[in-house]
């Protein structure tokens, strides 16, 4: 038996499905860590970078869903 070598091709669905799989690994470790916080700064520190996160999730979102607009009106 001969193995082959296969073309794997990720599209941006794939891509984004594993971004949103990783980001929620990070979401689990960080909520398992949460009790641990003792210093303020910290806390205020996570709670800024959590904004930060939403925001550019947000943006991203808002351009797939432009591009998917756009490929919908191109067919």
């Known amino acids: 038996?001969?193995?082959?070598?296969?073309e794997i091709t990720l599209n941006e669905a794939d891509s984004l499905k594993?971004?949103?799989y990783?980001?929620?690994?990070?979401w689990m470790a960080y909520a398992e860590g949460?009790?641990?916080i003792s210093?303020?700064?910290?806390?205020?520190?996570?709670?800024?970078?959590?904004k930060q996160t939403e925001?550019?999730?947000e943006r991203a979102r808002s351009l797939w869903q432009k591009s998917?607009?756009?490929?919908?009106?191109?067919?």
């Open 1 to 6: 038996m001969r193995l082959e070598k296969r």
């Open 18 to 20: 594993d971004m949103y």
């Open 22 to 26: 990783m980001e929620k690994l990070l």
């Open 34 to 36: 949460e009790p641990f």
């Open 39 to 50: 210093r303020k700064e910290v806390e205020n520190e996570l709670g800024e970078l959590i």
């Open 55 to 57: 925001e550019e999730r």
């Open 68 to 75: 998917q607009k756009e490929q919908e009106n191109y067919r």
